[in-house]
């Protein structure tokens, strides 16, 4: 059978599909791998693709690829597969879950009242807020057809303008600057690399919350903290962070923060929808068929 190197968790139904197909390897890859099925945050850089002289695929079980060194893959030949589409609709949900929970404090009020508390601070209205947007792809696209009939107003930043009616602003500091919600839907990687820095958050304002459903390599972690512990943000809502699963204590201590450890596809319906994209990619591969959903 062939060798694949499982460089990530793994629910039991991709692990049984895995085995039946090949030689799972977990902990250091052996040098016999033709197939590595890693997540979303997998590091895979030139030095270790060195010594994985038989890699054929690389097949991440989710969308994020910023820890891949593409131009290395290219130019081995080595094949990569992601998981896109399929998840989209569960992040955007969560982006917008996370939304309403930071203005209407849902999390800091479900801990109050399970401690036997019922008085609890005001809330503050969701609807009518402009929220904006930085990357309107699929998921960006997905959390602003939801958030379109509550918002104010709807903002979008991306690479280019896209043809819709919401307002496109050129920048992260322009968006901020125009929005009362600042939510990151744009992928991670040396362009995006700690983009919402203090500045951004100066220009969200007192008033301004702050979602990342992105990455946490989006966010200057301690400015962010600042913000918060200084009021410069109202709130924010987070699901993904810098060092994960580290999240900083000072985080950890404010409730004007929602925090949920990288949730954004966990539901059982998507992942099970992500392992058979991962899988399907790999019968193809094998197989010399075309491949579902490439990235190279
Ligand atoms: P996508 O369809 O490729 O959309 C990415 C969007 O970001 C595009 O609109 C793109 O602009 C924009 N963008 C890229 N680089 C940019 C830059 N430097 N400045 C401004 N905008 C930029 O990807 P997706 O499927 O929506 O996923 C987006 C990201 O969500 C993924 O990369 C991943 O990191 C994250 N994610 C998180 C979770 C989670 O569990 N929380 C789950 C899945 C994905 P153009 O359209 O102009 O190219």
Redesign the pocket.
């Given at each position: 059978m062939v060798d694949l190197y499982l460089a990530t968790a793994a629910s039991d139904a991709l692990r049984a599909a895995l085995a039946a197909r090949f030689t799972l390897h977990e902990g250091d890859p052996p040098t016999t791998a033709r197939a590595i099925v890693g997540g979303?945050q997998m590091r895979l850089d030139a030095a270790m693709l060195g010594r994985l002289p038989a890699l054929e695929i690389v097949a991440i079980n989710?969308?994020?690829y910023?820890g891949l060194d593409l131009d290395a893959l290219r130019a081995r030949g080595v094949r990569v597969t992601t998981t896109?589409d399929v998840?989209?609709e569960d992040?955007a949900d969560l982006a917008i879950g996370l939304m309403l929970a930071v203005f209407r404090r849902i999390a800091a009020n479900d801990a109050a009242v399970r401690s036997g508390g019922w008085a609890v601070p005001l809330g503050r209205r969701a609807s009518g807020r402009r929220v904006g947007i930085?990357?309107?792809?699929?998921?960006?696209m997905a959390i602003a057809e939801r958030a379109a009939p509550f918002a104010g107003e709807l903002l979008y930043?991306?690479?280019?303008r896209k043809p819709v009616d919401w307002r496109y602003l050129p920048d992260i500091a322009a968006l901020a600057e125009a929005s009362d919600v600042l939510i990151l839907?744009?992928?991670?990687g040396a362009?995006?690399d700690r983009i919402v820095n203090a500045d951004v958050l100066a220009r969200l304002g007192t008033e301004g919350v702050l979602v990342n459903?992105?990455?946490g390599s989006l966010v200057d972690e301690v400015a962010l903290i600042a913000a918060l512990q200084r009021g410069t943000i109202a709130g924010a809502g987070l699901?993904?962070f810098a060092e994960e699963p580290h999240v900083p204590e000072a985080l950890r201590m404010l409730d004007q923060v929602v925090l949920a450890p990288?949730?954004?596809?966990a539901t059982v319906e998507t992942r099970a929808a992500m392992a058979a994209l991962v899988v399907a990619n790999l019968d193809a591969h094998f197989a010399g068929k075309d491949l579902p959903t490439p990235l190279l």
């Open positions: 979303g989710g969308v994020g910023d896109p998840l989209t992040v930085f990357g309107l792809g699929k998921i960006g930043t991306a690479r280019s839907a744009a992928p991670g362009a995006t459903v992105a990455r699901d993904v990288h949730q954004g596809s």
